[in-house]
């Protein structure tokens, strides 16, 4: 039976229970530091760089407010998945019905892409900085950090928490010592936290850094994320579960924080007071601090920005990896998803070089976080809804107080992006030539806020789905009586290695001496390939031989076989050839591949099972 947990491959990895006092403490330390680092990518820097540079401290007020909506949301993300045992996405699927969940699934992906777009940006500069890297290379060299995800997935969950922690460690640092550099004035600094009536550009960036800050895939990563703890689950274990991970989620964003507003501090105290108030690009940024402070500055500015790129890039990935499995139910390798991914996100990127120029990177670096900050609203109001039910969360559903702050901070940020969406449509339509505004935008933002209203009043209407909700998988069905299953026609696959003998032993307890058996053989070679039955080259005779061999020892013993020998792909040959007998029970060895195997060699079985109707019996 295949898995079913959120990111199956560590849930419930990290072992809480045989820990005692602060080690007990430590052990629930580091989802919310992986969520963090989506709090300091270069979509962050990007807009509190284009904020400090064109506002001073006017936006510091927005910051704090993002991170406090960031911290209610993110401890109600993870008091779902601790409660429930469900992500944000598992939970929307279980709560929505499939046509809404497409949709969802889409906006998710959308925000991923967004994220990622920021990612590759930022690295891209980060190298180009340090290295003098064209950004084009820089882009394109981003394809290859795959390899590093892969790394991390198979040295467990505490490795790529160690991993994220030492990113953040250095991105903090590099901070530290510029703000020492910079030497801001605490009294201005004081007043940025005077909230203020935001229009224009400012209301622009403000939503930006709304965006960048509470990101909607970092609320479907934690949910999942904090099951890789293995807890009692009981009242006292869940409610301690709960403590501990508030702890975790406190520290880790107030830093995330302090980081996003020292970018701020800085671009403020280095550029605006200086009265270059367009410094809004990552690498002007670096080459006035260059100017103004001499060579560390920079330095460290290009090596953090590389470190948030790149952890920010491991923690997109899981995030697409959960909102997939969760919303429509695929599951695919995870290189592969990332590669998907990274792919969508840099056509846009090529595109931007390609057609506007470097320069132009800079804005659609602030657009990818606006874009994230309009996906917001739906993964937002399922979140709240969830954690609300009584019937569902029991004796940890939210109480009213939090659920007034979380409805307060969602609408906030639903009513700043309509404004925006308005502001924004306004202008287009004012230019000429706008008719893809009634022909492409009309349409789409209607369906969207048809969307968003209908995952707002579902859960408020809707009762049926209350009982599916609470079973994931449905109920166990009734067995019932069980008969003897006898197999006439029976494939054996065989490749000639000493696995061939246990195959082949399994094969016949299945179908005694009454079954037929057919023993099948790719031939792999090139020529077999190109030409397929014409070839009869060395490979061919000798494993036709070999195949005899076998047929003539079980004639020995008993049984009845026919040899029977496929040419070029294994998978695609062995499902052939049992599809065109009509076999009943096909047999097969595993390799026992691992890791960078698989995905060198690829898992025949695996590919064979999806092409064929009949059990596949796997003898390892």
């Not at 080690?23 to 760089?49: C, E, H, K, Q």
């Not at 953040?168 to 703000?179: K, Q, R, T, Y």
């Not at 019937?391 to 609408?411: E, R």
């Not at 698989?598 to 019996?617: A, C, E, Q, W, Y």
């Amino acid at each position: 039976m295949a898995k079913t947990e959120s990111l199956s491959e560590v849930h419930q990895s990290v072992n809480t229970s045989k820990r005692k006092g602060w080690r007990r403490i430590l052990s629930f330390i580091g989802p919310a530091y992986l969520i963090s680092v989506g709090y300091m990518d270069p979509g962050n820097w990007a807009t509190d760089l284009a904020g400090g540079s064109k506002f001073g401290y006017q936006l510091i007020w927005v910051l704090l407010m993002s991170n406090l909506i960031a911290l209610l949301l993110q401890s109600l993300s993870a008091r779902l998945g601790i409660v429930r045992g469900l992500d944000l996405a598992q939970a929307s699927k279980h709560a929505y019905p499939r046509w809404a969940n497409i949709p969802l699934f889409g906006l998710a992906q959308t925000a991923i892409i967004a994220c990622d777009l920021a990612e590759i940006i930022g690295m891209a500069i980060g190298l180009q900085l340090l290295f003098g890297l064209p950004l084009i290379w820089g882009i394109s060299i981003t394809i290859f950090d795959t390899i590093l995800l892969l790394f991390l997935l198979n040295r467990g969950m505490r490795a790529m928490e160690g991993f994220i922690v030492s990113m953040v460690f250095i991105v903090g640092i590099s901070f530290l010592v510029e703000m020492f550099i910079v030497e801001p004035s605490l009294k201005e600094i004081a007043k940025g936290f005077e909230p203020s009536i935001l229009n224009g550009d400012a209301l622009y960036i403000a939503i930006g850094i709304i965006g960048a800050t509470v990101m909607p895939h970092n609320l479907y990563l934690h949910s999942s994320l904090v099951q890789t703890r293995k807890i009692e689950r009981t009242n006292k274990g869940i409610k301690e579960a709960l403590k501990f991970n508030l702890i975790d989620t406190t520290v880790a964003l107030n830093l995330a924080f302090f980081v996003n507003a020292a970018i701020l501090i800085l671009a403020a105290a280095a550029f605006y007071k200086n009265g270059l108030h367009e410094v809004a690009e990552i690498q002007d940024a670096h080459k006035l601090l260059s100017n103004i402070f001499g060579n560390v500055a920079p330095a460290l500015f290009a090596i953090a920005l590389i470190a948030a790129g790149q952890s920010s890039t491991v923690t997109g990935t899981l995030a697409g990896q959960i909102i997939m499995e969760g919303h429509i139910n695929l599951r695919i390798q995870p290189w592969l998803r990332r590669l998907i991914t990274r792919l969508l996100a840099i056509i846009p990127a090529f595109f931007t070089i390609l057609h506007y120029g470097d320069d132009a990177l800079g804005g659609l670096l602030v657009l990818s976080q606006v874009v994230l900050s309009l996906q917001l609203g739906f993964a937002v109001i399922p979140l709240i809804h969830f954690n609300s039910d009584k019937k569902l969360m029991k004796d940890f559903a939210i109480k009213n107080w939090v659920k007034v702050l979380a409805w307060a901070s969602a609408f906030a940020i639903i009513a700043l992006n309509v404004k925006l969406v308005i502001e924004e449509i306004s202008g287009w339509a004012s230019a000429a030539n706008n008719w893809w505004i009634y022909v492409i935008v009309a349409p789409a933002l209607v369906f969207i806020v048809f969307l968003l209203l209908y995952v707002f009043f579902h859960p408020l209407i809707e009762k049926k789905n209350r009982e599916r909700q609470m079973v994931p998988h449905g109920n166990a069905l009734d067995i019932g009586k069980i008969e003897r299953i006898s197999y006439s026609r029976i494939g054996i696959a065989v490749d000639f290695s000493e696995n061939d003998r246990n195959t082949i032993r399994h094969a016949l307890i299945q179908g005694g001496k009454e079954a037929h058996y057919y023993l099948i053989h790719v031939v792999e070679t090139a020529a077999a390939r190109y030409h397929g039955q014409e070839v009869m080259d060395h490979e061919t005779e000798s494993d036709a031989k070999n195949l005899e061999k076998y047929k003539i020892n079980l004639e020995d013993l008993g049984y009845d076989s026919t040899p029977y020998i496929g040419f070029g792909n294994t998978a695609k040959a062995i499902a052939n050839i049992s599809n065109n007998n009509e076999l009943e029970l096909l047999v097969m060895g595993a390799h026992g591949h691992k890791g960078l195997k698989d995905l060198i060699f690829g898992t025949t079985v695996n590919s064979v099972r999806h092409k064929v109707n009949i059990p596949v019996l796997i003898i390892r």
